[in-house]
């Protein structure tokens, strides 16, 4: 069993960085929805930024990401840059998507984002795809499909999970619990007790995770990634962690018990992760520098989404089939 | 392949897949049954491919259907061009989802950054006691779906022309193949030819009316409009191919010429393709017609299984022939 000593301070802090410009891009939406300089429908990802940027690290760039419209720490992990993501995000030509995808669909295959889908559970036959292709050309590539725990219950899971394993496919399927399918609580949509009691009937193997603890994630991440470099087949891992505000940001979510949200405040895991670098000897300073580099970043970003036009009308016209349609 | 020469509707399809294997090492084709090991498919449409070019690229799957069409649209991302089969047309509702949230749309959600060149070959069509869970023509609910090309080919020549296009192209196109036709024998096509998406064949020229129609049918209009020279009326027939985006310039500028028009399809026709190429052709040619467009097709009823009752269902040659008729006065 790996311990946190397996992990160097370089990672660790490689960790921090993509954490806090998952956490920084967050905090920048929900304080410009909140001073309605943006509008946008939005979900928040605060509790699950190191659970996604401990996986990506684990990563090449040209790796491959599969993730739904609640990812948008998935995709700024993957390392996806900001100004093309809050570009899209605001509708502008200068997005990812050229503006015609939005926040539901980010596609950026320079960084290895391959597919965003509003459609929860589609994603994972279409990773099956992705890793296929790595497979039948040898490319090397791993391919990761992020869903949540109320992903696991729609029909297209069990599809992609036995064909992930019956053709050893090098995919993960990174089921990010956190607790809650939408408004529904765990237990009130899913008869298993975990996620993972459902690989053994795959034959796949399966891991659970304290996905908030940025080394044992990172760990369990590097292991899969391994297997499914060497061709061994996919893994299912299950990362558990919080969802510390509602779905969608400004709805109530009283609906969470005081309990829960009292034990997701006790395990936010940014605070505990600058305690833990703390420990190893890192000094306020350097995660000072981190955070201002990000924040700098994200002001140029976000500087850049707003002053960029919106696109021309003539789009409508192209990328809905390859020849252009007439006027 | 027969003495003369001829060959089959499934021989022929077959033909168009080992000539784009051979061509391109990125085409690949998933589906249920098709490796030789479980007898290269139920219409021996991919009989001998998996022995020919491996397993690793003809890769029989689970009868999972959101599987098989994830697994295409997520390598044709990644530069393939999987051919999927989806035994029965209408197995396609198990996967809608992927076909039409994903496939079709996400070249336009990607602002072109991805495309998803798939083949999907699927078979439908009433006539052989299926029933009503393995018969429907549903080419009207794709040819409603931004981004999807649809494909249909009216004999053996055909079918291999057109379907060696659609593996080329760069967008999802769906082909639809006849379960009555897959026996028919005819003249096969040249190693190497393709016949170009979007275009529509005048088959036959005319001056008096002008017969639009794809698929099964196209064979027998040919037949009608032989009939109706010998009662002295001209009729032009236009095989679409194409269903999706049709090819509307043909269609205009042979009605333009004609005056009168009639679509024959075998989906049901409440609501069908015939229904949209009717309208263009009224918004456009009002003025120029000598009669309304009329529409022949199948009857509003789920395909029903015993016998008499499926041949009732079926649209009528005799319709086609009395509203022509009609129409000349």
Redesign the interface.
């Known amino acids: 069993m790996a311990t946190k000593e397996d992990l160097d301070i370089e990672t660790l802090l490689e960790i921090y960085r993509r954490s806090m410009r998952v956490y920084k891009t967050d905090e920048r939406f929900r304080q410009m929805l909140t001073s309605g300089k943006l509008r946008l429908v939005y979900y928040p990802v605060r509790g699950q930024e190191v659970l996604s940027a401990a996986m990506m690290a684990a990563l090449n760039l040209d790796d491959y990401l599969v993730t739904t419209y609640r990812g948008v720490h998935d995709q700024v992990a993957k390392g996806i840059p900001l100004r093309d993501l809050w570009a899209e995000f605001t509708g502008k030509v200068t997005g990812t998507c050229k503006g015609k995808g939005g926040p539901m669909h980010i596609t950026d295959p320079a960084t290895g984002v391959m597919v965003t889908t509003g459609i929860v559970g589609a994603g994972l036959p279409i990773a099956n795809g992705l890793a296929l292709a790595s497979q039948q050309s040898g490319d090397g590539r791993v391919t990761v499909v992020c869903f949540g725990d109320g992903a696991s219950n729609i029909g297209a899971f069990h599809e992609a999970l036995n064909l992930a394993s019956l053709w050893k496919l090098p995919v993960i399927f990174l089921c990010q619990n956190n607790r809650y399918a939408e408004h529904t609580a765990y237990s009130a949509g899913t008869a298993a007790k975990q996620i993972i009691d459902r690989a053994p009937g795959y034959a796949m193997e399966a891991v659970r995770v304290d996905g908030n603890d940025p080394i044992a994630m990172h760990l369990v991440a590097c292991e899969a990634v391994a297997r499914a470099r060497a061709g061994e087949g996919p893994t299912l891992i299950e990362a558990m962690t919080y969802r510390m505000l509602g779905h969608t940001f400004g709805a109530d979510f009283s609906y969470v018990p005081a309990e829960m949200q009292e034990e997701a405040k006790q395990a936010d895991p940014i605070p505990l992760f600058r305690a833990l670098l703390a420990e190893r000897g890192i000094d306020a300073a350097t995660l000072e520098a981190i955070e201002n580099a990000i924040g700098a970043e994200l002001d140029e970003a976000v500087e850049h989404a707003l002053s960029s036009p919106y696109p021309d009308v003539d789009e409508l016209r192209i990328d809905v089939l390859k020849e252009e349609i007439a006027a | 392949m027969s003495k003369d020469g001829a060959i089959s509707f499934a021989q022929s399809i077959n033909q168009a897949l080992d000539e784009a294997m051979a061509a391109s090492d990125k085409v690949?084709i998933f589906g249920e049954d098709i490796a030789d090991a479980q007898g290269g498919g139920v219409f021996k449409a991919t009989s001998g491919l998996s022995t020919k070019y491996g397993t690793?690229?003809v890769?029989t799957?689970?009868i999972?259907e959101?599987?098989i069409?994830?697994?295409?649209?997520?390598?044709?991302?990644?530069?393939?061009r999987?051919v999927a089969e989806i035994m029965f047309m209408n197995f396609l509702t198990v996967c809608m989802?992927?076909l039409v949230?994903?496939a079709a749309k996400?070249?336009?959600?990607?602002?072109?950054?991805?495309?998803v060149p798939i083949t999907v070959r699927c078979t439908t069509g009433a006539g052989v006691g299926f029933g009503g869970q393995h018969s429907d023509m549903l080419e009207a609910w794709f040819a409603h779906v931004?981004?999807m090309?649809v494909v249909t080919a009216s004999n053996p020549a055909e079918a291999k022309g057109l379907l060696l296009s659609a593996i080329e192209?760069?967008?999802p196109t769906l082909f639809i193949e006849d379960i009555m036709m897959y026996a028919q024998k005819g003249e096969p096509l040249a190693a190497g030819e393709k016949i170009p998406l979007?275009k529509a064949r005048v088959r036959r020229e005319g001056s008096d009316v002008t017969v639009i129609t794809y698929g099964r049918p196209v064979a027998q209009m040919d037949k009608l409009a032989e009939e109706l020279a010998g009662e002295g009326i001209s009729a032009e027939v236009i095989d679409l191919r194409t269903i999706a985006?049709f090819d509307e310039d043909t269609v205009l500028n042979s009605v333009a010429k004609t005056g009168r028009a009639v679509i024959v399809h075998e989906a049901i026709k409440s609501f069908g393709v015939g229904a949209e190429i009717s309208s263009r052709i009224h918004e456009e040619l009002f003025a120029d017609l000598k009669a309304p467009v009329k529409r022949v097709g199948s009857k509003y009823c789920p395909v029903p299984f015993s016998p008499p009752l499926e041949q009732a269902f079926l649209y009528s040659q005799d319709e086609v022939y009395a509203s022509i008729r009609r129409m000349m006065g």
């Open positions: 690949m690793g690229r890769r799957t689970p999972a959101q599987a069409m994830g697994a295409a649209i997520g390598a044709a991302i990644a530069g393939y999987p989802d992927q949230n994903h996400l070249r336009f959600m990607s602002g072109g950054k991805t495309f931004p981004g090309k192209d760069d967008d979007g985006p």
